[in-house]
């Protein structure tokens, strides 16, 4: 479990194609920290570490994986979004994020507001998932509250230290973004039949 407040931003040293899934090496700040079977939110999807080293990990995502996320997007040289999974011990700062992708966004409009930025995402209402106003939204994995909800998409607003500690400063309008909606949401519109 994972609560959306980023730790670091890692970037891809390589990519690796092992059948259908692939293998990333990640080089990150996190790296001499972490250990094999620890598991690690990237741009929001819950991956497992496999092997660690001096300056970087490596994870694989599946196929599936690959699929439903921006990871089968990414190359050599690409920023994620990196958090380690929740302590039980510490402060709930963001929103209960479980990694699991629902589906992948697309940023339509960046607006930058003298010193925040407005980012504008729309997604495909068919798969069922919804924003509620003022409501929780992981967006890359990040801990967001979305507004100008509607039911294909909605607005964040970002202000700069999210902007430069994330991968945010380096999406574009058309980029593809993982999005995790709210779980409390999730289960309140299954509960409702809707």
Same mark, same amino acid.
């Not at 899934?21 to 079977?37: M, P, Q, V």
């Given at each position: #479990?994972?609560?959306?407040?980023?730790?670091?931003?890692? %970037?891809?040293?390589?990519?690796?194609?092992?059948?259908?899934? %692939?293998?990333?090496?990640?080089?990150?700040?996190?790296?001499?920290?972490?250990?094999?079977?620890?598991?690690?939110?990237?741009?929001?999807?819950?991956?497992?570490?496999?092997?660690?080293?001096?300056?970087?990990?490596?994870?694989?995502?599946?196929?599936?994986?690959?699929?439903?996320?921006? &990871?089968?997007?990414?190359?050599?040289?690409?920023? *994620?979004?990196?958090?380690?999974? #929740?302590?039980?011990?510490? %402060?709930?700062?963001?929103?209960? *994020?479980?990694?699991?992708? $629902?589906?992948?966004?697309?940023?339509?409009?960046?607006?930058?507001?003298?010193?925040?930025?407005?980012? $504008? @995402?729309?997604?495909?209402?068919?798969?069922?998932? *919804?924003? *509620?106003?003022?409501?929780?939204?992981?967006?890359?994995?990040?801990?967001?509250?979305?507004?100008?909800?509607? $039911?294909?998409?909605?607005?964040?607003?970002?202000?700069?230290?999210?902007?430069? /500690?994330?991968?945010? /400063?380096? &999406?574009?309008?058309? $980029?593809?973004?993982?999005?995790? @909606?709210?779980?409390?949401?999730?289960?309140? +519109?299954? &509960?409702?039949? +809707?």
């Amino acid at each position: #479990m994972f609560t959306g407040i980023i730790e670091a931003a890692g %970037r891809v040293e390589a990519v690796q194609q092992e059948g259908s899934n %692939r293998r990333f090496t990640i080089h990150s700040a996190l790296s001499r920290e972490l250990k094999i079977d620890q598991s690690v939110s990237h741009n929001g999807v819950c991956l497992t570490v496999v092997e660690t080293g001096p300056d970087g990990y490596q994870v694989v995502a599946i196929d599936e994986t690959l699929q439903k996320s921006n &990871l089968g997007a990414l190359k050599p040289g690409g920023v *994620v979004n990196l958090e380690r999974c #929740m302590l039980s011990n510490g %402060r709930f700062d963001g929103h209960v *994020v479980q990694g699991h992708v $629902d589906q992948t966004g697309i940023v339509t409009r960046i607006t930058e507001k003298d010193g925040s930025w407005l980012f $504008d @995402f729309e997604y495909d209402p068919g798969v069922g998932n *919804v924003t *509620v106003e003022k409501g929780s939204i992981a967006v890359n994995g990040v801990s967001l509250t979305c507004f100008n909800s509607r $039911d294909n998409g909605f607005t964040v607003a970002i202000i700069p230290y999210t902007y430069e /500690h994330t991968n945010f /400063h380096q &999406l574009k309008t058309g $980029d593809t973004v993982n999005l995790e @909606f709210d779980i409390i949401g999730k289960y309140v +519109k299954r &509960l409702l039949g +809707k």
